[in-house]
Every structure is written in C-alpha cells, then in structure tokens.
C-alpha cells in the first residue's frame, strides 16, 4: 500500500518526540473502513519520528491501535500494512467493473453478503436460527473467527504485554452497559480484549472477559479522549485526537443522507462537548494551584490543606485535531467501504492531514491563558 504521490516528510529518526511537550498520546475512534484515514495518520507520524506513548482506541481504532502497540517500532507499519491489504474488498464485486458506475455500491454488497475473508464471514447458525441457546458469543450475523486469526499472526501480544507502549481499548458490557476500559498499565491484555472492542452488536458477536459478555464500547462513547483527560497521574501530553466521523454536516434532504447523518451524529460521540466539559475541569485544577500559591507557607503543610491542593495540577493538555474529510461518492455504506479506492482516499487524507499539524507544530506556540489545562489544535 504505497502511498505514491503524497507530500513527503523528513525520515524518522526516532528523536521526534523529544520535540513534543510531554507524552505523545494517539486516540482512535472507531468507524469500520473508515478506519484507513488512521493509517494514514499513524504513517505520517512514523515517518515523522514520532512514536505514540500510548494508544487508545474503540472498535477498529483499537485494532489499529493493537497493530501499532503490540509490535516493535520497526515492524508497526508493516504489520498495519498487512492488515489492511488484507481487509480490502475486491473492486470487480460480481463481475461488475467500477467503470459502470456501480462497483463500489456493489462491492459494499458483497461485503455484507458475504464478508470478508481475514475478518468476519456469515454465521449460518444464527441466520437459520439455530443459535438462540449458544448465547451471547454465537447471537450476530457474523462470525469473527477470522479476525482471531488475523490479529494473532500480525499482533505480538508477549510484546504487548511489556507496555513498552501503553495500550486502552473500550468495551461496553453487554449485560450492566457500563463502560471499560482494558488498559495494559493495569492488566493484561490479550485478542479477546481487542475483539470485544471491535464486537459490535447485532453484526458481530460479545467477547467473553472474565465471564462477563462485552461489545464494541462505540454504542456507548466511539470517542475515548474523555479516558485520556481523565487519566491518573496527569501527564502533560499532545493528544492527537482522529475522528472519522463528523458533528456537523449539511440539513439531509434524502433518506440515503439522514441514514449516513444519523451514523455521523451516533458515533461522533460528542467529542466536542466532552473536551468542553474536560477544558472547564482542568482550568480548575489550574485555579486550585493557583490559589494554593497564595497560601502561607506555614499552613501548606496542614494534611487538610494538602489534601486538597492535591485536586490541583499544572499539566497542559495540547489536542491537535484530526478529522476524516468526507470522501466523493460516500453514502451510509461508507463505514464498509474496504475497496482498494476508498482506502487509499482515506489513508492518503490521513497522512497529508497529519504531515499538515506536524508542520505547524501549534503546541510550540506560547499559550495566550498559562491557566488553560486543555489547549485545542484544529
């Protein structure tokens, strides 16, 4: 999967994060195909030097991100690579060629016919419905098997398993409906981890983690920065936050638009308004610092005081925005979209969008409020 004809960037020589004001913290959203345009992200920041620190993800995101923290620097984009020209779909679907106009409509129906190979194929059993006593694990359309496969012959989970760099994925459970996030600086993390977070219901089947059946945590919040601004310890960090779907759109005047509008508005997750929310809370923890500065000397030591100055922080949070534009000829299929034309749009988009906010380095601009905690990039 060349990527002839993009800009191209300076090699990498594995210094680029010492250029970045703290940890470099990559966070994914997911969105099936459209997860291409991630690639492309990640491809720029490797050829850049930089190296995520940690890798969030829900969905696709997080088999992205498993791709890219689960194996060694030098073997990452190969590995991405290999994933990828696996999952792209045939562009002559039914023997229909793509200059008739209609290939890649037909080539998103096969994929739903009969899925693909490497990653999810029909689950006879359940569509003759005889699968209503297998539970939770065998009630989809799908089954997942071959991702299975897929994901322990290019993930290297022993190397994982170092957290040489941290990996999170979200899942929903399927029976409390809380969110969780797996996170390998608590515990380990295995395929079924990653699949659950790609198990989305009723397409693809719950993952069973410790008895208990999970799915896809995009139903519940596709967008995972709310973890990263939350996380403990705070780190000051340059999020580059990748969105592949879009809040704002045009007013839908057919019902193929409110179909693919609807998707957007679901699965955005409302990023927008949950760094909102994070901005407001870490510009208090900034005023809680503040105000402790101006306490004597004598009474910062009182255990009542420390305790709560311990809400405070001076940390900066740099989130450099990067969104999915919308791809020509893109409708509410576009998240199945896995021929060869519509991953090398989104992939290629990735990768100028992302060479774009490396150039402008925005987090080395003096910040215009020292008592912002959440900084924005778009």
């Known amino acids: 999967m060349a990527n002839s004809g993009k800009p191209r960037g300076p090699a990498g020589n594995g210094r680029g994060n010492g250029d970045l004001p703290g940890q470099v913290v990559l966070v994914l959203q997911g969105g099936g195909a459209l997860g291409a345009y991630q690639v492309g992200v990640y491809e720029a920041l490797h050829e850049a030097g ?68 490497d990653f999810f194929t029909p689950n006879l059993h359940a569509l003759r ?33 170092q957290c040489r760099t941290r990996l999170t994925v979200g899942a929903v459970n399927a029976c409390s409906g809380e969110m969780r996030y797996f996170d390998t600086r608590k515990e380990v993390l295995g395929v079924d981890h990653v699949m659950a977070s790609g198990a989305l219901p009723p397409a693809f089947p719950a993952v069973r983690i410790d008895g208990q059946p999970y799915w896809d945590g995009g139903i519940y919040s596709n967008t995972p920065i709310e973890a990263v601004l939350d996380d403990k310890p705070r780190r000051d960090s340059v999020i580059f936050a990748v969105n592949v779907w879009h809040q704002t759109a045009p007013e839908p005047d057919s019902i193929w638009q409110v179909m693919a509008r609807h998707k957007d508005i679901q699965f955005a997750s409302r990023a927008d308004s949950h760094i909102a929310r994070q901005k407001q809370i870490h510009r208090l923890r900034h005023v809680i610092r503040e105000l402790h500065k101006q306490i004597p000397a004598s009474k910062q030591a009182d255990p009542r005081v420390m305790e709560l100055a311990s809400w405070g922080c001076g940390t900066t949070m740099h989130v450099a925005h990067l969104v999915a534009p919308r791809v020509d000829g893109e409708d509410h299929t576009k998240d199945i979209d896995f021929t060869p034309a519509g991953i090398r749009a989104r992939r290629q988009a990735g990768y100028a969008d992302t060479w774009h906010m490396i150039r402008r380095a925005p987090w080395k601009e003096a910040a215009t409020d020292p008592i912002e905690g959440v900084i924005e990039h778009r």
Request: aromatic share 10%.
């Open 50 to 117: 930089i190296e995520p620190d940690w890798v969030i993800g829900t969905s696709i995101g997080a088999i992205n991100a498993s791709l890219i923290a689960g194996n060694r620097p030098e073997h990452r984009l190969e590995r991405v690579n290999a994933f990828w020209n696996l999952m792209q779909a045939s562009t002559f679907a039914f023997g229909v060629p793509d200059w008739m106009g209609l290939g890649n409509m037909m080539s998103n129906m096969a994929t739903v016919l009969r899925g693909i190979p």
């Open 129 to 161: 419905g005889s699968a209503a006593q297998l539970g939770a694990e065998a009630a989809s359309y799908y089954s997942t098997a071959p991702l299975r496969g897929t994901l322990q012959s290019l993930v290297d989970f022993e190397y994982l398993c």
